[in-house]
């Protein structure tokens, strides 16, 4: 059973604009969602985590937006750069319970 | 502060063999995870430990094992192994529970042959 879905599967933006990556949660009993961005040959890195007690969060240029209502968050990362290309991964979880993870993205950032 | 560390980095393995990974936490973090990273299939839970306890299981056969020692370092084992066992194998550690943040290691990465 699929509890977070992502999407896009895969995308590419321009040097300087917004990615925006959606994922969506089945399980209401979910408190914890980061987001992880994994480079090719590296373990994937948390990266900005958010509770449902807030409806944004940001650090730097990336933006956690939650909707609790919609069961969904999603990651805006501004000003995106070559450097940000990346596989990224939402995922949630609560209490002990394992870490569910989204099917990832691929985000090209083309000059 | 050191990070996760896994070892080793590969490893090639022929099918019927068994492999065990290891895997050494962030210090003081207690709770151990393993997930399995294949392209089809995404991250795959397969258990976590936690003070020398299995505290969650993932839907992996039993020839997938695993255990933690007092000092947190944990291994994976994989007996009989198969083709499809071919993936990276990711170890994430956290202070108590995954609910907190949890920081990966770098991965083995296992090909059967």
């Known amino acids: 059973q699929q509890q977070v879905k992502q999407s896009p599967q895969s995308l590419i933006v321009q040097k300087g604009g917004i990615s925006i990556i959606n994922c969506a949660y089945e399980n209401t009993a979910f408190d914890y969602f980061p987001w992880y961005q994994q480079f090719p040959g590296k373990g994937p890195a948390l990266l900005i985590a958010?509770?449902?007690?807030?409806s944004e969060k940001k650090e730097g240029r990336f933006t956690i937006s939650f909707n609790k209502s919609a069961k969904q968050f999603s990651l805006h990362i501004m000003d995106s750069q070559p450097g940000d290309s990346a596989t990224y991964f939402c995922a949630a979880n609560f209490g002990n319970e394992k870490l569910t993870f989204g099917t990832g993205t691929r985000l090209t950032i083309i000059p | 502060k050191a990070g996760v560390t896994q070892t080793p980095r590969y490893l090639i393995k022929t099918r019927g063999q068994q492999v065990t990974l290891s895997c050494s936490p962030i210090?003081?973090?207690?709770?151990v995870s393993w997930y399995q990273q294949t392209p089809g299939q995404g991250l795959q839970f397969l258990f976590e430990?936690?003070?020398?306890?299995?505290?969650n299981k993932g839907n992996f056969p039993g020839r997938f094992s695993g255990r933690q020692f007092s000092n947190s370092r944990s291994e994976m084992n994989v007996s009989t192994l198969e083709l499809g066992d071919s993936a990276l194998y990711l170890c994430?550690?956290?202070?108590?529970?995954?609910?907190?943040?949890?920081?990966f290691g770098q991965g083995t990465r296992l090909t059967v042959v």
């Open positions: 210090s003081g973090h207690r709770s």
């Open positions: 430990y936690f003070s020398e306890t299995q505290r």
């Open positions: 958010i509770r449902p007690d807030v």
């Open positions: 994430a550690s956290s202070w108590v529970t995954s609910n907190t943040e949890a920081f």
